[in-house]
């Protein structure tokens, strides 16, 4: 029942019965997500993804988000290039429960199918598909989580796929039989495999299952058949790709009687693995404290971090090579927190990475696994010289977690942070300003005019 | 290293060292694919697609098999299109070992792709790029079989994006590195859940695996990058999708030195389950015999047939309803056999399965299951009125088995009756020529002239 309980569900799904503080969480995902796509879209994994399938793209109707202003491509395609360029510098929002990035794929199929049709697209109605795209997607995950992952699926996309079949096909005001035949083919393109973690194909994966979910949708429009029991048949999705199946559970809880999972969504203040943002958010805080003291980052000696056991485990790369290798670096985290107080893309450069001051102090760092710190958790010693009192720090839960969410302030800053460079000073203001007012758009659409 | 040995041996690969008998293998499953795609193309399941998707198509460059003669979309809807009308009548070719239908996917993604080239594709460039992919996709299904079935995956769609990537990843000269990195985007998608088996969606898995397949080696072919070791990884595609992982063996194992899958491949000569091939055959059989004895339907009493008891189980559908039901019935298989003397599409179609005088002779049909029979032999008795001895047929192995292959003759019979109602009998016949001349054809391209 489930696949058809969450097709009713969602086709019911109106404006009015989402709280104000969902509504809202779905903007700041939304604008969280525009940014990381802007920032993403210079990145290799999109622009080589764009130069091998530009001669497949039908009528310009969506626009790439980051290019120069002006280049549409038809919405199959857009649907696939911001999803790619969205999740490539990892820095899009985490779904904390599960670690889905739900915006990507939901949004990046939306957003270029909204932009497609005839007719316009309110914000409200936008907000309203992508709320019942995010919640499909974070349910199904919740209904397979952790095993689906640890056998070796990228959940983003897996269960992403499904988000944006969901999604598009309330934008497209389908009925339940077609949802639930949409969800069926979205459910079938399995897409994602851990294997690829490290290479341009992990965020291939949100751009493909944007375009599995936006395919899907639009097949069931015109009344392809899947299953009506995709996800919890014997031979369905969960069973197939899970040796756990709570799906009964999970679409029971749907909003607005249960629980809204896009509320739970967190954003990343750093681009980088979620362990290591103890870690910069300190060594952000000892930089600001440094300043206040009138001492200089040359007169560190030592920085000693106590760090929960996973952090050395996943990123305990001494001395990174470039700018991806520096995600996994703890070391690197720390020393740019340190020198510059923040930790943009800006500092995963790799001229940044292999910046002289940079390495020299970044061989200053030592860390030690405390494995009754949390994992979000942190103790920061950093010893000055001629100073006898090291500068402490003790991080009790990160910037960006649910306990100490990223601001609309801090949002903004990581917005602007990664649009001027593509966008410039003055577009990225007008961006910023139009993205935070969605709930206020007349038509969707008009993004273009921005962006 | 199977990843890697597998794109080194199709890198490898040159048309002199493939053995004559499987080339013309090749020629015959090309053949036949061709014959079961135009057959297809005019399916809800095709049609419905193409409705669907026509604005996402870019420039035209590759037929759409069966359309009226002028159709063309671009190489990657085309790939979807041609994938799913070749398998909609689960007519296509099967590699029994593994039940995967291998044409499907790596044609529809080959072929589309050869035409949208500024170049020339000679025939034995095509075989030896089809061999490739073809044998590609059934040693990695073999790798798994049976136990990625037997859990719920369309082993068809999940092995054939591999085979198509290998395939284009050939026609395109791709590099080792390359090819490997295309195998990568590929496995990653895994598409094709059994659940689906008896919609659309079935037919919808090879034509996206084809455009998976497509879609990955284009992306390679301009630098994106996955894993060299996809295929085998701890988190990669066999041990994610499968408890089975014999690649290694499987990879060692490709000719020359080793066994040729496509050489394995066999044609249905009936357009429903395998089980059911048994009884069509012995009643076209008997049918002949009526028809020499001046014996007609209608003084048919009683027929008995003793059957394999996997027949009952599948196929046990006493009075189907339509041509899809009817697939699933061994008392039509057998009505058919019987009166028209073959099973055609034709014999399928929804006015032939409620037919008067066909309804009537299924009624008399009984089947008994007998477990000392094996799956592809039975045993007929008709009892004909005002006749004392009743006609009687065993069947040792059905026509379109390893032991009774299909011959060129009977493939051409086949093409034919799935063309003609398509594309008339001229062009079927223009068109059964240049097909069955692949080898010596100087430009695939070419295939517009007659398709």
């Known amino acids: 029942m489930a696949t ?188 994602g495999l851990r294997e690829m973690f490290g290479s341009h194909t992990k965020s291939f994966h949100p751009g493909r299952a944007a375009q599995n979910g936006l395919l899907a949708a639009l097949l069931a429009a015109e009344g392809y058949t899947s299953s009506e029991q995709a996800l919890e048949a014997k031979r369905g999705w969960a069973n197939v790709a899970s040796t756990i199946n709570n799906l009964d559970a999970e679409i029971a809880s749907l909003g607005p009687a249960g629980r809204w999972e896009i509320a739970q969504n967190a954003f990343k203040p750093f681009p980088c693995g979620i362990v290591v943002h103890p870690i910069i958010d300190g060594c952000v805080g000892i930089h600001a404290e440094m300043k206040k003291q009138g001492i200089a980052a040359a007169q560190i000696e030592e920085v000693h971090a106590d ?54 102090l970044r061989s200053l760092i030592k860390a030690t696994a405390d494995p009754s710190l949390r994992a979000d958790e942190c103790r920061l010693t950093v010893k000055v010289k001629g100073q006898s009192a090291p500068i402490v720090k003790h991080v009790d839960h990160a910037v960006g977690s649910l306990e100490v969410p990223m601001t609309d302030a801090l949002l903004t800053e990581k917005f602007v942070d990664q649009c001027i460079p593509v966008l410039g000073e003055k577009r990225t203001e007008t961006a910023s300003a139009w993205c935070w007012g969605l709930e206020k758009q007349a038509d969707v659409r008009r993004i273009k005019d921005v962006l």
């Open 307 to 360: 760090v929960h056991p996973l952090v050395l485990e996943l990123t305990g790369k001494k001395t990174p090579k470039d700018g991806l290798e520096a995600k996994f670096s703890v070391y690197h985290g720390a020393t740019i927190g340190l020198l510059f107080g923040k930790g943009t893309p800006a500092q995963y450069e790799d001229a940044v990475v292999n910046d002289a001051s940079v390495v020299a």
């Open 4 to 191: 058809q309980v969450l097709a009713n569900w969602a086709v019911g799904l109106k404006y009015a019965s989402i709280p104000q503080e969902v509504t809202q969480a779905a903007v700041r995902s939304f604008y969280n997500w525009v940014g990381c796509t802007v920032g993403g879209s210079a990145h290799p994994a999109t622009t080589i993804a764009r130069t091998a399938l530009a001669r497949f793209s039908g009528p310009p109707t969506s626009r790439l988000l980051g290019s120069d202003g002006s280049v549409d491509v038809d919405a199959m395609h857009a649907a696939l290039f911001n999803g790619i360029a969205s999740h490539v510098h990892d820095y899009d929002d985490t779904h904390l429960d599960t670690i889905i990035h739900p915006t990507g794929p939901v949004a990046a199929a939306l957003l270029a199918m909204a932009e497609a049709r005839d007719q316009p697209c309110s914000g409200p109605d936008f907000i309203t598909a992508l709320v019942a795209g995010i919640e499909a997607e974070c349910k199904v995950g919740k209904a397979v989580w952790p095993d689906h992952y640890d056998v070796g699926w990228h959940i983003t996309s897996t269960t992403g796929s499904i988000g944006a079949a969901v999604a598009v096909s309330k934008l497209l005001s389908l009925n339940a039989s077609q949802t639930a035949h949409a969800i069926g083919v979205a459910a079938t393109q399995v897409t």
